[in-house]
């Protein structure tokens, strides 16, 4: 087992069938969360070098309509886009790309590592990872498909077993996977668990298509002891960029580099620009995603539990709006949980 060292590899924009991933900093596909109102967030403050859908559906995907669908609305500032499919059947591969080009996809993800019970009673998911024949069809039809860069997102499989893993991981490269994801846990480990991400860079040293790390990656010092542990190309951020829309953009600036002014965050102001962004869903879906947001934005302030009580019991978007108002008005940046390093936050 490879062991942190003092040498990070240099990481560098990637280049995947004519697509630039510059910086190589990814969104993670995350169900109710990902979606057009938060990735326009994100995107504004700079810093995101590939975006992602939440996880679509291959069997109700052709027939959902992209202007009002809220899983597949998308805006002209929100690119380059890849959209994660959800499967377990090889058949069902050719109608969902079909749909995906004719949405304009960037990139195509295969999600076969999503650990929800739902999703793995189906054969799909982490599951695909108990069953390499089938994730093996599953990668050569999409391959066969579609000549978009193709990723495949995974976990480390059930148990700690490298040679299962590695052998999955040089599978998915020999059917035509541009680039692997991969979630540091393993299957049946919570999110509260701390990554293993000493295996992503056994997967390195193993395949020769990029590899990007996922998991655990809250903070500027985490991206840093990230990539010195797991020497991957790149990294995915989840639930960290939930709560710090703006973390990509630190980030990119501080880790890579890059030249993105310093963000400079107002939370108010944000919160009502995710909640105007909302408008362009129907009216069904705009609470439901208000109230999933609210419960990661919360943790930036001392008394969030607070808002995200106010927001979760709230009826209505009006009355969760009002509410949050209320709260913002008695929590100033006193209130705040610390900022990191170098981020300007004001009071809107």
């Given amino acids: 087992m490879n062991t942190e060292t003092e040498t990070q590899t ?4 990637l280049e995947i069938r004519g697509l630039r991933i510059d910086p190589p900093l990814f969104l993670a ?3 109710g969360l990902t979606h057009s109102a938060l990735r326009r967030i994100m995107a504004g403050f700079g810093g995101v070098g590939l975006l992602s859908t939440e996880m679509l559906s291959a069997k109700s995907l052709p027939n959902e309509n992209p202007l009002i669908s ?3 609305f998308r805006t002209e500032r929100e690119t380059p886009l ?3 499919l959800m499967t377990a059947s090889d058949r069902m591969i050719g109608r969902a ?6 949405c304009g996809a960037d990139a195509v993800d295969l999600n076969m590592g999503c650990p929800s019970t739902a999703v793995g009673k189906f054969g799909a998911g982490v599951m695909l990872m108990e069953n390499p024949d089938v994730a093996r069809n599953l990668a050569a039809e999409a391959r066969r498909c579609t000549s978009l860069p193709l990723s495949a997102k ?5 148990e700690p077993d490298s040679s299962k893993l590695k052998a999955f991981c040089s599978m998915l490269e020999g059917e035509g996977i541009d680039m692997l994801i991969v979630h540091a846990r393993f299957r049946h480990e919570p999110f509260a668990r701390n990554p293993r991400w000493q295996y992503i860079a056994e997967i390195k040293e193993l395949i020769n298509i990029p590899v990007i790390a996922n998991g655990g990656i809250f903070s500027e010092e985490d991206a840093e002891k990230c990539l010195r542990i797991s020497c991957a190309d790149g990294l995915m951020l989840g639930r960290g960029a939930i709560i710090r829309p703006w973390l990509f ?3 990119a600036r501080n880790v890579f580099n890059c030249d993105i002014p310093t963000p400079v965050v107002s939370l108010p102001d944000m919160y009502a620009e995710f909640i105007e962004a909302l408008a362009d869903y129907r009216p069904i879906y705009r609470l439901g995603r208000l109230k999933a947001f609210t419960h990661y934005f919360s943790r930036n302030f001392k008394f969030g539990h607070s808002l995200a009580c106010r927001v979760q019991s709230s ?4 009355e969760a709006r009002e509410r949050a108002w209320t709260f913002f008005e008695k929590n100033s940046i006193e209130c705040l949980n610390s900022p990191s390093s170098g981020l300007q936050i004001t009071q809107g």
């Fill in 10 to 13: 240099a990481q560098q924009a």
């Fill in 29 to 31: 596909p995350m169900a």
């Fill in 70 to 72: 809220p899983y597949l």
């Fill in 82 to 84: 890849s959209y994660q």
């Fill in 97 to 102: 790309i079909d749909k995906l080009h004719a």
């Fill in 154 to 158: 995974i976990r480390l499989g059930s």
């Fill in 249 to 251: 953009a630190e980030i």
């Fill in 315 to 318: 009826s209505s978007l009006e």
